[in-house]
């Protein structure tokens, strides 16, 4: 899905959150004025994306109101993603939105090290298989974890209890089964190595590619029980690749070869059955049909941990280009993690100085949505390199690029613009440098914005 529309706010805020029920007609019409100058300026704060004490207090209004909530302000966004036909990618995470110990957030949770305090936010992205572009954001969900610490349970009382694994069933069924000729394929990490995801994934219509990481579980192989890892160790050989291990944290630059093997197993439904479970076996799911793909590194250094990783999914592996696929969709997750960089770096969703999880929710529904746009942005610098940029950004941006880098030539491309950009913020461009970073690009992008306002206003005075 090649971005080929000009980049313009305007329409972008009004298409993707015009329809959202707020309530009020002028609810809606405020959000997305604010999702508008949110784009335009993603990393400033509230008081100077509205612009004047009206503005911004308009905004504090739209957030305080109890209609605008995570869900709500991102349901016209979302629909418009899953609307989309064909065969995709849901890439999940889940990323901790920390706000530190030192903030007074009464209603929020613990998180990561210490006494930092903030939310959970699990989020899907929808992936075109054709060409690796993002499409939107398919679902979201959010938890505040409880300052109380669980006593110790049985496993009947556990699976009665709500679970944070819980959160990556409720994205699958938010996002829900794919439009008639379509499917999707969920990828996930190792924490949603989980038999109820798994029977989520099935109950929605829909494939699933999760590393496992369990290797103990038990799985069936020939109507033989068996532990995972005995199951992928005497798997069939389907052939072998070369990874280049660049170098970082510590170890050498090294060229890894990697075999792949598969096995088709079963993975039986557990004994202690949740709520969830039940469910499933009552609209007739049974054991689960799947296929185990190992990846290991072979003749490894003495001195490197060897790469090896096991990876489940529903779609058969019967060769080697089939288990690259899968390899290879797996390796997508990667976007997602730009994903994350965006929200929390380009729209600074922990820097926010609201003082309630209520209020920041749908905050970051609207900056999630931003950060989409900005990872196309991003993006299209690396799926349609050579594409012109006069067909992603408005003209004046590229005169004002040019007016303030006289080495840009008359027509650049994508990769041209996003480096110039970056090159805005401090990027070198040396020849060792290597790709700007995202803080790099976020300054430059804060500058640009900051040129055309100002090239906007002198042509209102003439």
């Known amino acids: 899905m090649t971005?080929?529309?000009?980049?313009?706010?305007?329409?972008?805020?009004?298409?993707?959150?015009?329809?959202?029920?707020?309530?009020d007609r002028r609810r809606?019409?405020?959000?997305?004025?604010?999702?508008?100058?949110?784009?335009?300026?993603?990393?400033?704060?509230?008081?100077?994306?509205?612009?004047?004490w009206g503005g911004t207090r308009g905004i504090y209004r739209l957030l305080d109101n109890p209609a605008a909530t995570l869900q709500s302000v991102t349901q016209t966004h979302r629909?418009?993603?899953?609307?989309?036909?064909?065969?995709?990618?849901?890439?999940?995470?889940?990323?901790?939105?920390?706000?530190?110990?030192?903030?007074?957030?009464?209603?929020?949770?613990?998180?990561?090290?210490?006494?930092?305090?903030?939310?959970?936010l699990h989020s899907g992205l929808l992936i075109d298989t054709a060409d690796r572009s993002l499409v939107g954001l398919a679902g979201q969900v959010a938890h505040v974890r409880s300052r109380r610490r669980q006593g110790k349970q049985n496993d009947s009382k556990r699976l009665r209890r709500w679970r944070e694994s819980e959160m990556w069933i409720e994205l699958i069924e938010q996002t829900g089964p794919p439009p008639e000729g379509s499917q999707y394929i969920h990828v996930c990490d190792s924490a949603a190595d989980n038999i109820e995801v798994f029977c989520a994934t099935r109950q929605m219509e829909s494939e699933f590619?999760?590393?496992?990481?369990?290797?103990?579980?038990?799985v069936r192989v020939d109507e033989q029980k068996m532990p995972l890892e005995q199951a992928v160790s005497a798997a069939q050989e389907l052939g072998i690749y070369e990874l280049e291990i660049p170098r970082g944290n510590g170890r050498r630059a090294r060229t890894a070869q990697l075999r792949v093997t598969a096995q088709a197993i079963e993975l039986p439904v557990p004994r202690h059955r949740s709520k969830r479970i039940k469910q499933y076996l009552k609209a007739g799911g049974t054991d689960l049909a799947a296929w185990a793909v190992l990846v290991e590194e072979i003749d490894p250094p003495a001195d490197a941990e060897p790469i090896q990783w096991v990876l489940l999914t529903t779609l058969p592996v019967e060769t080697f280009e089939q288990a690259w696929e899968?390899?290879?969709?797996?390796?997508?997750?990667?976007?997602?993690?730009?994903?994350?960089?965006?929200?929390?770096?380009?729209?600074?969703?922990?820097?926010?100085?609201?003082?309630?999880?209520?209020?920041?929710?749908?905050?970051?529904?609207?900056?999630?949505?931003?950060?989409?746009?900005?990872?196309q942005l991003k993006c299209a610098a690396r799926t349609c390199p050579d594409q012109p940029a006069t067909q992603l950004v408005p003209p004046l941006w590229l005169k004002l690029l040019k007016a303030k880098n006289k080495t840009i030539r008359h027509r650049i491309t994508n990769y041209e613009f996003w480096r110039a950009v970056a090159k805005l913020g401090g990027f070198l461009a040396r020849r060792h440098d290597g790709e700007p970073g995202w803080q790099t690009i976020w300054r430059g992008w804060q500058e640009l914005h900051t040129l055309a306002e100002g090239a906007k206003l002198a042509k209102k005075c003439g």
């Open 28 to 52: 809606s019409q405020r959000l997305v004025k604010f999702a508008r100058q949110a784009a335009d300026r993603p990393a400033a704060s509230l008081p100077k994306i509205g612009e004047d």
């Open 209 to 218: 590619v999760i590393r496992a990481g369990r290797l103990h579980r038990v």
């Open 79 to 120: 629909r418009r993603t899953t609307q989309h036909r064909g065969r995709f990618l849901i890439v999940s995470d889940t990323t901790h939105v920390d706000f530190g110990r030192q903030r007074k957030l009464p209603d929020a949770g613990p998180v990561g090290p210490g006494r930092s305090q903030g939310f959970l």
């Open 326 to 375: 899968v390899i290879g969709w797996y390796e997508n997750r990667w976007l997602v993690e730009e994903w994350h960089k965006a929200l929390k770096t380009g729209c600074r969703l922990q820097s926010r100085q609201l003082q309630s999880v209520d209020r920041l929710l749908p905050l970051a529904g609207v900056l999630s949505v931003v950060s989409v746009l900005l990872v």
């Open 3 to 23: 971005m080929t529309v000009q980049f313009d706010t305007e329409h972008w805020a009004t298409d993707n959150f015009r329809d959202c029920r707020l309530g």
